[in-house]
C-alpha cells in the first residue's frame, strides 16, 4: 500500500498542462479553461502500423459562442479574446491534405494538415489563417519537461486568448500509446467537451503521459529541427507553472504569416 500510495504521489506531481484558454472566464463565464494531462496508468502500446485516428468524425462543424448569446445580463468577452467572425456553417473541405505553412523569426514551419480526419479543426484553421488572425503572434509556450511542446496559436500571446468561438474535438489518437509522437501539430481545448479552439501545439519528443484528449491537426513536414533547437535553448520559468521547464521560450518565435494551401501532387 505506501508503494502504492508513492507511486499515486509521484504521477500526480508529473501530471503536466495544455491550456488553452481565459482564466478570465472563470469569473465571467464560470469556466475554468484548463486541461490536465494524466497518465493513463497502463503501458498499452499499439501494434506497428495501426491507424492513430481512431475516434469518429463529426458529420459537421459546429461553432459554438464563447459568451452564451442568451445570457443576461450578457458577459463581456474577456480583452485577450479576437473577434474575427467564426467559418462558414457549410462546405468544409473533407477530403485530402493542406499545407499549413508559418513564416516565423527562426525560420519556415510547414505543417500537413489531415483535412480527411480533421475537417473541423482544418476549416477553423483556414479561416483564422485567412483573417490573419495569427500574423504577428507569438508561441507563448514551451514545456521541456514530462510534456514536450512548442505551444502557439494565441494572439494575446497569454495562454489565455483565442476566436469567440469554440468547436468539437476529432481525431483523436485513441489507443495508441504513446498517443502524442514526435512530429504531431495538435488543438489545446479546455477540460470542457467541444472546447477546441486556435492555440496548437507541436510535439517535438514522444510524450509519454498525455491522454488522447487532443485533436490531431496534422505533422510537421519541414521545420521541427527548428522548433527542437528552440526547446534546447531553454524556457524562462514561469512561477505560476505546476511543472518544471514550462514558460515563454528563451528564443523568441514569431508567427510573421501563417497561410494555407491545398497539398499538391
Known amino acids: ?60 462543424c459546429t461553432w459554438l459562442p464563447l459568451v452564451d448569446p442568451s445570457a443576461s445580463p450578457k458577459p463581456e468577452i474577456p480583452k485577450e479574446v ?17 499545407l499549413m505553412t508559418l513564416d516565423t523569426s527562426v525560420g519556415a514551419i510547414k505543417i500537413e494538415m489531415d483535412t480527411a480526419h480533421a475537417p473541423c479543426a482544418a476549416a477553423s484553421f483556414t479561416y483564422l489563417a485567412g483573417k490573419k488572425f495569427f500574423d504577428g503572434s507569438k508561441c507563448h509556450r514551451l514545456v521541456t519537461s514530462n510534456i514536450f511542446v512548442l505551444q502557439c496559436g494565441d494572439p494575446s500571446a ?47 519528443k514522444d510524450i509519454e503521459s498525455l491522454q488522447a484528449d487532443y485533436t490531431v491537426l496534422g505533422k510537421v513536414t519541414e521545420g521541427l529541427d527548428l522548433v527542437k533547437k528552440v526547446a534546447e535553448a531553454g524556457v524562462i520559468p514561469d512561477a505560476k507553472s505546476q511543472s518544471e521547464g514550462d ?15 491545398p497539398v499538391q501532387g
Open 158 to 204: 497569454t495562454g489565455l486568448g483565442g476566436p469567440t468561438y469554440r468547436y468539437a474535438e476529432e481525431n483523436l489518437p485513441t489507443g495508441r500509446r504513446p498517443a502524442y509522437t514526435e512530429g504531431m501539430v495538435a488543438i489545446a481545448k479546455t477540460q470542457d467537451p467541444n472546447s477546441s479552439g486556435s492555440q496548437f501545439f507541436i510535439v517535438y
Open 247 to 261: 514558460g515563454a521560450p528563451k528564443t523568441e518565435v514569431k508567427i510573421n504569416t501563417m497561410t494555407i494551401a
Open 1 to 60: 500500500m505506501a508503494d502504492r500510495a508513492e507511486r499515486s504521489r509521484i504521477r500526480r506531481r508529473r501530471n503536466t498542462m495544455i491550456a488553452a484558454g481565459a482564466g478570465g472566464l472563470v469569473v465571467l463565464l464560470g469556466v475554468a479553461w484548463l486541461v490536465v494531462a494524466l497518465t493513463k496508468g497502463d503501458d498499452t502500446k499499439t501494434e506497428a502500423g495501426a491507424d492513430p485516428s481512431a475516434s469518429a468524425t463529426p458529420t459537421n
Open 82 to 98: 479576437k473577434d474575427v467572425g467564426t467559418p462558414p456553417a457549410s462546405g468544409e473541405p473533407r477530403t485530402g491534405k493542406q
